[in-house]
Nanobody, 115 residues
Framework: QVNLVESGGGLVQAGGSLRLSCVASENIHSINTMGWSRQAPGKQRELVATITETKTTTYADSVKDRFTISRHGNTIYLQMINLKPDDTALYSC???????????WGPGTQVTVSS
């Protein structure tokens, strides 16, 4: 079992910035890639960004050039700039287990962007 805990969400005006953090603890040797997903009410969950141990990154088209994922050891960050009301969602950190077909999830942190 890997424990993931997010922080850094909040309320921000459109055009503003936020930085999310996610710390992984316990059995971190069982994970490699970590990522951020988000889910808004009534919408499907969207994978926003991922980063590997070697810091290879991927981004959803909807956030390219505005969001940056980074990693330091067992902590990942999501720097978000030029936020839009459509970015409002619960942002969750996730990490697939490299040995088993399961994915670990954090409880999430709420991001609300006002217009």
């Amino acid at each position: 079992q890997v424990n993931l805990v997010e922080s850094g969400g909040g309320l921000v005006q459109a055009g503003g910035s936020l930085r999310l953090s996610c710390v992984a603890s316990e059995n971190i040797h069982s994970i490699n890639t970590m990522g951020w997903s988000r889910q808004a009410p009534g919408k499907q969950r969207e994978l926003v960004a991922t980063i590997t141990e070697t810091k290879t990154t991927t981004y959803a088209d909807s956030v390219k050039d505005r969001f940056t994922i980074s990693r330091h050891g067992n902590t990942i960050y999501l720097q978000m700039i030029n936020l839009k009301p459509d970015d409002t969602a619960l942002y969750s950190c996730n990490a697939p287990d490299r040995f088993r077909a399961i994915t670990y999830w954090g409880p999430g942190t709420q991001v609300t962007v006002s217009s």
